[in-house]
């Protein structure tokens, strides 16, 4: 069995920054993908970000340029760095787990799985 848990949200204004971290617990996340997404309240979940196991980056293009994932496999924890937060990154935000296969890595089917989320609200 594998837990997820998020943590590092909270609210910030316009301009500034936070870091979300997952933690990984059970079998390692070594050999797989781990994503980051985002829901806002009255839309899907989407894709922000994932990192492969080989340490490929991939990010959706709204955060391109703000945000950074990264892994250290020593704690078994996935990090999103982001700064420059905008009003319309507003989400809850969740970490996952899913097989290594490129054509997955931006779709919430690629994943198996999912933390708890943790609230990201951005003031203007």
């Known amino acids: 069995q594998v837990h997820l848990v998020e943590s590092g949200g909270g609210l910030v204004q316009a301009g500034g920054s936070l870091r979300l971290s997952c933690a990984a617990s059970?079998?390692?996340?070594?050999?797989?993908?781990m994503g980051w997404f985002r829901q806002a309240p009255g839309k899907e979940r989407e894709f922000v970000a994932a990192?492969?196991?080989?340490?490929?980056?991939y990010y959706a293009d709204s955060v391109k340029g703000r945000f950074t994932i990264s892994r250290d496999g020593a704690v078994n924890t996935m990090y999103l760095q982001m700064n420059n937060l905008k009003p319309e990154d507003t989400a809850v935000y969740y970490c996952?787990?899913?097989?290594?296969?490129?054509?997955?890595?931006?779709?919430?089917?690629?994943?198996?799985?999912w933390g708890q989320g943790t609230q990201v609200t951005v003031s203007s």
């Open positions: 059970g079998r390692t996340f070594g050999s797989y993908t």
């Open positions: 990192i492969r196991s080989a340490g490929i980056t």
């Open positions: 996952a787990r899913g097989a290594d296969f490129a054509s997955l890595v931006v779709t919430t089917e690629g994943y198996d799985y």
